[in-house]
């Protein structure tokens, strides 16, 4: 793959991403198995940035009150650090949530061992899990496997990583860019996990993403929420959030890479479509190995008077049980679609509303397009394994994209009886 | 069943209600086979009030945007007739919303041709349907049968306008319950429709309840917004509101029953009382009619800074895909009641939450009771039919109640190929 040219990346969509391993200069990684609950595949994976400053790192945690031990932690070293990180360590298996005193003093003793292995202070190491809500991580068998997660340390071994961080997922997410801007490029790797967007016992959605640039902590934060809110947070599989949703993008700050900051706001934009390249395809793996997925849907909602109105509409339309059970079917159902919309509590006027399925227009100022040859080709798009939904407002200009996936009877499998 | 005593009521769940067909003085009810979509059965109903000034009425109608024809008719005759409405008719199969101004002049001329008939004024004839979105009503059809159904008019078949006003429903709902105060009868029944909370195209919540007190238009409209809120509001099946949804609550203000006003706070309150128990009953009717529900649950929020926060918790507890399979399921897992709580939108202490399945505490002020007899019990819960989960958010003293099923294959099944 070569570098996307600036010049030729208007959009995110210009950007080509890669969903094969990569290696970003300045990092270094490995899994290894733990057996804290798994048998035979890794669960413990290490991302090590050489920089003896550390990297500069942003951070996005979970919402939910019920934040696990490992995301309380996480927050308070970034802060502590000034978003200065050395080191990220991760477990599968075992989520550390609801797990009172004793989990917060595990997740920051497990921080404190591996600093002090690294000589790294120890707010500059963060920690995240992913796993059963209810139980504790075991320092000790964590401990007893630092020497050997530190013996391999490769450039490449995101593979690796990828599927140590796996729960749910049938399948390990791997994302990577490249762009060049002034004769120097930028380099966007990262690795995700997440299935259900929350099963509180066994799911929750974890994204690292590691790049060459150099950069300010405060303004990879600011530009991380940004993309965040256009990606991560523009998924659906249950509508739920967990308890230790974590997404930590590091920047190495090599000297190979480029040097992206306030006063250079062309390189700045060029460098945030980049990570909005990589995490937007993430996110969309997440989507595709949605819990039971067999389709993947764009909601995209157009002609909103603000972007939280358009948000609100694509989320509420994104998240019916009815529109998802009718693509499920391959239902071309129209009316869940606009009824959705219109219970989504965002003012707007039914009789101008539009709605296309990719760019077929099956519903046009508030009316249906009642025709046999709209029918089927609206019944032939929705066979496909990926469409889009469109809902025009003509309300304003503002818009907003979501992904989600169907409701299936493989859901309702995977869930019922999760714990079983 | 003899009449329940005021002084014996002291909450709803004192109030005993039947399902069976009753007799409300001053109603006369009648339903009959257009063919206009179903064959075989009834789907035009008529309720009748014999009073000459009509009966006093309150109406509670859909807040989704795309607000079907007869909506917009009844809420606007409603309001025109003063609250004095003389006669209900009622079709299914077909919802005529989305039909445009054509729709509206429809449901119009239905209105006026039974008023006509009836020598009522036309706002005092109100209209509901329910059925496929797109399609229109046959007003001719409709007139033809009007003879018919002004022929065999009733006071007690209540049994037929429950099977008339049925779409996906597996089964009619009636029900009704009486009281006594002051040596006066207060007599309460009602019939309801809805299966999916929604299903826009084939499904939408519909109850007429009738009352043979005598009580102010106004007053009688404050009642319904509030027993609403806290009954057919506070049910989710999928937690989707069509396009047609509406409640009417009529009083024939006949001789024979009880006065209620705002002079007589007591009178008045338990009348209030009985409309609530019958109009939780309906509710809960529906959610154990819901779309491929094997199971109807409680959930009850305590300890809430107010009620909007109790109802908050309570829907986004009975939304979550993850909690309506682990139902399904027997799977007692208290981690996605508790993280569906923690993501509500509303403040409390994670660390004061506790849990309860019926009246087991399976977790205690932030912290799960891990013990083998706990999760067997637990488990023994989360099979029966019928249970409770109770969330104490310990941050008040507001609490909200919310019913809802589980989500089941069945539901996939019913939904995934409605149309075909």
Known sequence: ?????????????????????????????????????????????????ENPEGAACGGVFTKNLFEAAPVKIS?????????????????????????????????????????????????SVLVASTGVIGNHIKVETIEARIPELLSNLSPDAWDLV????????????????EGEIDSSIIRVGGVAKGSGM???????????????VSIEPDTLQEILSQVTDKTFNAITVDGDTSTNDTVLVLASCHPEGAVVGKDEPKKLEFFELLLEAVCRDLAIQIVE??????????????????????????????????????????DA?????????????????????????DNLCVFKDGRPLDDEEVEKRATEIFSRPRFRICLDLAAGSEEATVWTCDLTHGYIDINARYRT
């Open 162 to 177: 990828a599927r140590a961080i796996m729960t749910t997922d049938t399948r390990p997410k791997v994302a990577c860019a």
């Open 198 to 212: 929350i099963a509180p016992n066994m799911a929750t959605m974890l994204a690292f993403i590691c790049t060459d």
């Open 1 to 49: 793959m070569s570098p996307v040219p600036a010049e030729a990346a208007k959009s995110t969509s210009d950007v080509v991403v890669d969903r094969k391993p990569f290696a970003i200069p300045g990092f270094l990684v490995n899994a290894v198995e733990t057996g804290m609950r798994y048998r035979g595949r890794p669960d413990l994976a290490l991302i090590l940035c």
């Open 333 to 357: 159902n129209w009316g869940r679609v606009v009824a959705a919309a219109g219970r989504a509590g965002v003012s707007f006027d039914p009789d101008r509303l539009s709605l296309y399925f």
């Open 75 to 123: 927050r308070e070293h970034l802060k502590e650090s000034g978003g200065r990180v050395g080191a990220v360590l991760i477990n599968a298996g075992i989520a550390n949530a609801c797990t009172g005193l004793e989990g917060l003093v595990r997740a920051k003793r497990t921080a404190r061992l591996l600093a002090e292995r690294l000589r790294l202070r120890e707010t």
């Open 289 to 330: 190995d949605g819990e039971g997925a067999t389709k993947t849907v764009e909601i995209r909602v157009i002609g909103a008077p603000t972007r939280d109105a358009a948000m609100a509409v694509a989320k509420t339309v994104a998240q019916s049980p009815l529109v998802k059970t009718a693509i499920y079917g391959g």
